[in-house]
């Protein structure tokens, strides 16, 4: 798998996707009505509804009742998976709302997010050996995947215990290796997401020191879709919101059908039930279509973003030419709009989920 390993590889993607958004035809001219997609998904606790959907049945019922052919693709590393969304490779991507901003929407891709997801409510989280306190990771080399959510978290302790980015070194690890890396006795400090952080506080002397709990509703895990292709395809927004309320209406039952389709997504996930269990009880999953509508359309997520895109441009991650945190601009339910509103690239996009909220799927 492609990983971005380092500052200058996720600058080169943002200057490829760049030069292909330049050469690619804009709005409705982009895309054009067809039958079959693919969307791509990695294993984390709030994405595991997505591939338990395709596996049950769900997707192919909700594909079938609007003439399409839906396939959710799994890809092993995270950062690949967005990767070969923002190449064109995948219609949509299940992604975090940095990752979204960062490389898609600031490589030029126009991505609509239609899906909120959840918000991790403790599945990241700054893990240190030896340590109770957050302010003991000073003059550490912490393990991560750089300038992602695990980057953007490590920033926020650091900043709410007074310290700054320059008090520790990061040292950039594949999510598919940072389990392994950490039962390293040389590794002492690192950020992760679950399923990976359940294993890690497995490590004797391991403690969570800070966690996405700390700030809630910061770490948002989305569904995007190509914003040309949603456009010309409405149908395929229409099918994934009735996939994903249609699985979250299942897997929230408290009886023994629910806690056997959370043991199938378990099962997919590579992990134990009681593991599974554990990681959805710090996922805060939208069940609800009206309270995710209501979630995206709050001057809370302006808040957030507006925090999130401080933080992408201080790192870098909006590329050279970008003079302000403004560059990348975003656009938010009832005609909000974040930055530069003559290049909108990421849209907060409720459509769906209202459809899904008022049964008119």
Known sequence: MLHLANRAAR???IACALAVAACTPSGDEA??????FNIGWSIYAGWMPWPYAEQSGIVKKWADKYGLEINFVQVNDYVESVN???AGKLDGVTVANMDAL???AAGGK?????ILGDYSNGNDAVLLKDASKTSAIKGRDVYLVELSVSHYLLARALETNGLAMTDVKTMNTSDADIAGAFSSPEITAAVAWNPQVTTMKGVPGTTAV????????EILDLLVVDTATLKANPNLGKALAGIWYETMTLMAKQDAEGAAARAAMAKLAGTTSEAFEGQLATTYLYTDPAAAVAAMGSPDLVTTMTRVRDFSFAQGLFGQGARSADAVGMEFPGGKTLGDEGNITLR???TFMQLAAEGAL
Request: charged letters at 20%; aromatic letters at 12%; zero cysteines.
């Open 110 to 114: 126009d991505t609509s997010a239609i």
């Open 31 to 36: 895309a054009e009505p067809r039958t079959e």
């Open 210 to 217: 800070f966690t996405s709990a700390d700030i809630p509703g």
């Open 102 to 104: 960062t490389i898609p």
């Open 84 to 86: 070969q969304y923002t």
């Open 348 to 350: 907060f996009d409720p």
């Open 11 to 13: 600058l080169f993607l």
